[in-house]
């Protein structure tokens, strides 16, 4: 936990203009992270100075899990948080704990990755294509894995994995990669919230920094999880990482940044002054082709934010990304922060969860489009960015071709040839797209005890 507490410090900050303009509602501020890499923009925000250059005294308070986070930020507890992008969605539409979450700010691109056992691997790699150098072809389908859950199946032997929460990117990712590749990952029912009816792989819960040690102790063979989860399980020669998120959807969107939206009513220009923090954190993560990577990595490896080897943080922040041990590959947008316009909170992006939702049966029931975009809107809030986005360009903080000024809040199609399944996705049509999948619930189908209908 970090506290600013200097008195001269706080003076300061108080004779800025950006202050003095926003007359904030409250200053004193607590948000909530969990210990993963993506929570950096909170992180730095903190180190830079850049809540306290907007008058806001913050503390930083990492949570146990993200039903811990997630009811904090709910009763009060904590003011704000890094969340889950399906989190504030989900609270918003009644899916577990009914609540209206909002997110002003989304918090980066990609940053996740899938994780087998040794042993697994070792049975994937007869199934994968090689180059000339010998050495995998990526991306790697769940295809290559199919023959091993099903051999596991024939012996009577359940095939689990690891996703870090019911809503959170990393079970729909895990789910999409199984299912591109042929595997069945279950499904979600009113009566039945495990999300293992049907299933030919078995997901379940493990909280993110615990995912190396559940797999090495045979609990799990697989996860999916943010950094520096992936890269930790290569460090310790337990596991290798066989896709990131990156490879399976080009610059896909991940955490938000979560308020209620009691909170942004109530203190509107105190949202808007922490959004502005952390769009300049966002900035300088990203600035001058990621230069300020390094000393990002010593930040996040302290204790008291992710608390991981610098080394293993570095393997994803820096440009490329361990798979085999040695076998190191670039990916330099493995973890992106500003650019792409990764910050602005898209309607799109919301979609694309609320879809997920809807395939594996944790929305029921059919909804129109119509109900998709207005679900989207009530939580993204790209007009509280865009807000705060002009005070720092009117304070020569940021640049005005920075941000999508003109955008209606829907990005434009991802393509094909960026998704791992050749399937594209376009936020304005949600249902043609949740239809267009092969695998998951389509039309008004429905889960009735352990069978797909309708």
């Known amino acids: 936990m970090k506290r600013i507490a200097s008195i001269l410090a706080a003076t300061a900050a108080m004779a800025s203009p950006a202050v003095a303009e926003l007359e904030l509602e409250k200053d004193e501020l607590t948000f909530g992270f969990i210990k993963l890499t993506d929570m950096a923009p909170l992180a730095v925000a903190y180190e830079q100075g850049y809540f306290l250059d907007e008058g806001l005294f913050v503390t930083l308070e990492a949570q146990a899990n993200w039903k811990v986070l997630l009811d904090g930020v709910i009763d009060g507890q904590l003011d704000g948080a890094h969340m889950l992008a399906g989190q504030p969605l989900a609270a918003t539409i009644g899916y577990g704990t009914e609540a209206h979450i909002i997110t002003p700010f989304s918090m980066d691109l990609n940053g996740n990755g899938i994780t087998v056992s040794n042993e697994i691997w070792e049975a994937m790699k007869p199934n994968v294509p090689k180059m000339a150098d010998g050495?995998?072809?990526?991306?790697?389908?769940?295809?290559?894995?199919?023959?091993?859950?099903?051999?596991?199946?024939?012996a009577g032997k359940p095939f689990n994995m690891g996703m870090v929460f019911p809503v959170s990117t990393h079970n729909y990712e895990l789910r999409y990669w199984l299912a591109a590749g042929g595997i069945e990952p279950g499904y979600y029912s009113p009566e039945n919230i495990t999300g293992q009816i049907g299933a030919q792989a078995l997901l379940s819960v493990t909280p993110p920094p615990q995912m190396p040690a559940t797999m090495e102790a045979g609990t799990i063979y697989g996860y999916a999880v943010g950094e520096p989860w992936n890269q930790q399980a290569v460090f310790k020669g337990i596991g290798v990482p066989?896709?990131?998120?990156y490879q399976m959807w080009k610059n896909?969107?991940?955490?938000?940044?979560?308020?209620?939206?009691?909170?942004?009513?109530?203190?509107?220009?105190?949202?808007?002054?922490?959004?502005?923090?952390?769009?300049?954190?966002?900035?300088?993560?990203?600035?001058?082709?990621?230069?300020?990577?390094?000393?990002?990595?010593?930040?996040?490896?302290?204790?008291?934010?992710?608390?991981?080897?610098?080394?293993?943080?570095?393997?994803?922040?820096?440009?490329?990304?361990?798979?085999?041990?040695?076998?190191?590959r670039d990916i330099p947008d493995f973890n992106v922060f500003f650019r792409y316009n990764a910050t602005y909170p898209y309607y799109s992006d919301a979609i694309w969860y609320l879809t997920q939702m809807r395939r594996w049966g944790q929305i029921a029931e059919a909804k129109s489009d119509e109900w998709y975009f207005d679900a989207a809107k009530s939580v993204y809030r790209p007009d509280i960015y865009l807000e705060a986005a002009r005070l720092l360009v009117d304070e020569g903080m940021a640049n005005e071709a920075d941000f999508p000024?003109?955008?209606?809040?829907?990005?434009?199609?991802?393509?094909?040839?960026?998704?791992?399944?050749?399937?594209?996705?376009?936020?304005?049509?949600?249902n043609a797209y949740i239809d267009s999948l092969p695998i998951g619930l389509k039309g008004a189908q429905t889960v009735v005890g352990t069978e797909v209908q309708g």
């Open 242 to 245: 066989v896709i990131t998120d």
């Open 135 to 154: 050495r995998p072809q990526h991306p790697i389908s769940a295809s290559a894995l199919k023959p091993v859950v099903e051999e596991y199946t024939a």
């Open 252 to 328: 896909n969107p991940e955490k938000v940044f979560g308020i209620t939206n009691e909170f942004a009513e109530e203190y509107p220009n105190t949202t808007k002054a922490v959004v502005k923090a952390l769009i300049r954190a966002a900035m300088w993560l990203d600035e001058n082709d990621n230069a300020n990577r390094d000393e990002a990595v010593e930040i996040l490896s302290r204790p008291e934010y992710v608390g991981a080897d610098a080394e293993v943080i570095a393997n994803s922040m820096t440009g490329f990304f361990e798979f085999e041990k040695g076998d190191k």
């Open 405 to 430: 000024w003109d955008s209606d809040g829907f990005k434009a199609p991802t393509p094909a040839e960026d998704i791992i399944d050749g399937i594209a996705y376009d936020g304005k049509a949600p």
